[in-house]
Structures are given as structure tokens and as C-alpha cells.
Nanobody, 115 residues
Framework: QVQLVESGGGLVQPGGSLRLSCVASGIIFSITRMAWYRQAPGKQRELVAT???????NYVDSVKGRFTISRDNAKNTVALQMNSLESEDTAVYYC?????????WGQGTQVTVSS
């Protein structure tokens, strides 16, 4: 089992920044990939950014150049630095981990971009 706990969401004005963090616990040595997803009201959950065990990173086109995913294996954390936030970034953001034992999700953290 892997447990994921997110933090760092909140309300920010357009153009502002937020940093999301996700702490993993449990059978963390089995994690091969971590990612951030988001789900806006009335929309399907979408992949925002992913980072593999080897450090390979991918982003959805809409956040390229604005968001940065990073992973600290020593602290068992994955972070998402979000800059130049837009109203379209408003969503619940979920931390995800794929391990040799299955797929795991955090509880989600709300990000609201509004003036």
C-alpha cells in the first residue's frame, strides 16, 4: 500500500503562483512513476504532469512553460510549482503514484484562480 497526502492548494489571483506538495508513505520503494492530475467542475480528470523514477518528465501542453514538477526521493515527495496561473487552472489537483502493487491517489487539493 502507498498513501499520498497533498497540500498547498488555495485561492490565488490570475498571474499568481502556488506550490503543491505530495508526501508518499508506505511501500514507497515500489513507486515507479508519480504524477499530478486535475479535475475541473463538469470535466474529466486530466493528466497535468508526470515524472518517472528515472526523472523523465512530461507535461500537458496547456501548462508547459508555467508548471514544473519535481521529485525528492530522499523525502518521498513530489511537488508541482505552478506559475502564471490562469482561471482555466481552477480544479481539484490530485497526486498519483504507480507502484508495482497498483495505482494510488491522494485525496485532492483545491486550486482556485480568481480575482
Amino acid at each position: 500500500q502507498v498513501q499520498l497526502v497533498e497540500s498547498g492548494g488555495g485561492l490565488v489571483q490570475p498571474g499568481g503562483s502556488l506550490r503543491l506538495s505530495c508526501v508518499a508513505s508506505g511501500i514507497i520503494f515500489s513507486i515507479t512513476r508519480m504524477a499530478w492530475y486535475r479535475q475541473a467542475p463538469g470535466k474529466q480528470r486530466e493528466l497535468v504532469a508526470t515524472i518517472t523514477e528515472g526523472g523523465r518528465i512530461n507535461y500537458v501542453d496547456s501548462v508547459k512553460g508555467r508548471f514544473t514538477i519535481s521529485r525528492d526521493n530522499a523525502k518521498n515527495t513530489v511537488a508541482l510549482q505552478m506559475n502564471s496561473l490562469e482561471s482555466e487552472d481552477t480544479a481539484v489537483y490530485y497526486c498519483y503514484a504507480r507502484s508495482n502493487y497498483g495505482d494510488y491517489w491522494g485525496q485532492g487539493t483545491q486550486v482556485t484562480v480568481s480575482s
